[in-house]
């Protein structure tokens, strides 16, 4: 996609991960085992890192990894950063001291990988990942905020010796065809990157979680601190939050994400990083992270729409489609125009149904460049179903011209389409 502007080492990176893509017949196939042979061929760089926390979770680890790195950074620590999946660019999920992985740098990294791996099978994300850990062992900083992919146990991040920190934001079911439908089998998933002797810093959890990350934490020694119960965040009037630990309060100011649910989020790395003696609150006011609750507020889009704000989010699941919801009706406490697009991989009824209540007009776009999207007829079809008032849209042009045009417009439902919109805007994340 967009390779009339790609330069020649974009091409060289985007021909290497098509070659690596085709390594193992599946995307995702859990396990560690490939993980630590192809780390064993790299020189172990797993075990080079800088101070890592490592982040799982099913909602907000993006999130969460934003917070860190702007507390980090505003506190004058240089930070890597891993996270997935990318919006638009592969280059976003390797942050070096908090610069993007350039071009020429990551085309002559994943062909180093590629040459060293040879034809051994092996996931894309895995070999990926090892390639990213490689970058991050040959680069010096001070902190790297390392997500998982998906689940704990067996993602190929979890190779980590003894990290600095873990943290598990709010676990919901997400993926049930790779972790099952059992909330309990999903945090004992999750509860997999927890260390002997390593802190781990849970977001508040339903009874059922809490009780199954504290049973994990104890089988292996792991001081587990959970929000609601070791420490408390809480809102304050002006936008901002109070971290209490212990009986003192700190004061964070309003983050510089949008949505009650950031509040949360900035609290949680907040705690993490003030236990290893970092203070630097006012850098929750720098935290960016394209795609959630992000305001398009230049770029193409606003001159094909330019009569109300026009908003993006990637949330694809009903946990995150409650906390969008939130979050608009703390923007416009009215009614939405919605432009949605989603993956044929789960019920869109789960993500319409929490937006039901301030959705006006649905339009409906089929992904374009995704094969497993959800056409935008199914997706109209589910609209209506819940008594929303719903069309498809053939083009992204179409779809706002179906629009109310005294009403905002929020563009959600799946990363993919986020990322297809930061393409069609040119505001690519930097």
Request: aromatic share 6%.
């Amino acid at each position: 996609m967009h390779t009339s502007t790609m330069t020649e080492s974009a091409k060289r990176a985007e021909q290497a991960l098509a070659r690596l893509a085709a390594l193992h017949p599946k995307l995702i196939d859990l396990g560690l085992e490939r993980s630590f042979a192809l780390l064993r061929k790299l020189g172990d760089p797993h075990l080079r890192l800088p101070p890592t926390i490592h982040v799982a979770g099913t909602n907000g680890k993006g999130s969460v990894i934003a917070f860190l790195r702007a507390l980090a950074e505003a506190g004058g620590f240089t930070t890597h950063v891993y996270s997935s999946p990318h919006l638009c660019r592969f280059n976003e999920r390797i942050r070096l001291a908090g610069t993007l992985i350039d071009d020429a740098a990551l085309a002559d990294l994943l062909e180093e990988v590629e040459a060293l791996n040879g034809t051994q099978a092996v996931t894309f994300f895995e070999v990926t990942t090892a390639a990213a850990m490689l970058a991050f062992s040959r680069h010096p900083a001070d902190l790297l905020c390392l997500e998982t992919g998906l689940g704990g146990a067996l993602d190929s991040t979890n190779v980590l010796t003894t990290p600095l920190a873990t943290i598990i934001t709010p676990i919901a079911r997400d993926h049930e065809h790779f972790l099952g439908t059992s909330l309990t089998g999903i945090a004992e998933q999750k509860a997999g990157i927890m260390r002997s002797g390593i802190p781990c810093f849970s977001a508040a959890q339903s009874s059922e979680v809490a009780a199954t990350l504290q049973t994990c934490a104890d089988k292996i020694g792991a001081p587990l601190y959970m929000a609601g119960r070791d420490f408390v965040i809480s809102p304050k009037p002006d936008g901002g939050g109070c971290l209490t630990v212990s009986g003192t309060t700190t004061y964070f100011p309003r983050p510089g994400l949008a949505g009650p649910h950031q509040i949360d989020n900035a609290g949680l790395a907040f705690m993490a990083l003030s236990s290893k003696g970092a203070h630097t609150p006012e850098g929750i006011t720098k935290a960016t992270w394209p795609g959630r609750v992000q305001q398009l507020d230049k770029g193409t889009l606003t001159t094909i729409w330019p009569y109300q704000p026009i908003w993006l989010d990637g949330a694809h699941n009903a946990h995150g489609a409650t906390a969008l919801a939130t979050a608009l009706r703390t923007i416009h406490d009215g009614r939405w125009n919605v432009i949605c697009g989603a993956l044929n991989t789960r019920d869109p009824a789960e993500f319409l149904a929490p937006i039901t209540s301030l959705a006006g007009h649905v339009a409906c776009l089929t992904i374009p460049d995704q094969d497993a999207s959800l056409s935008a007829t199914a997706m109209s079809d589910a609209a209506q179903k819940l008594g929303l008032t719903a069309s498809p849209a053939k083009t992204l042009a179409v779809a706002f011209d179906q629009l109310d045009q005294n009403a905002p417009v929020i563009i959600c439902g799946s990363l993919y389409l986020a990322g297809h919109i930061l393409w069609q805007n040119k505001t690519l994340p930097a």
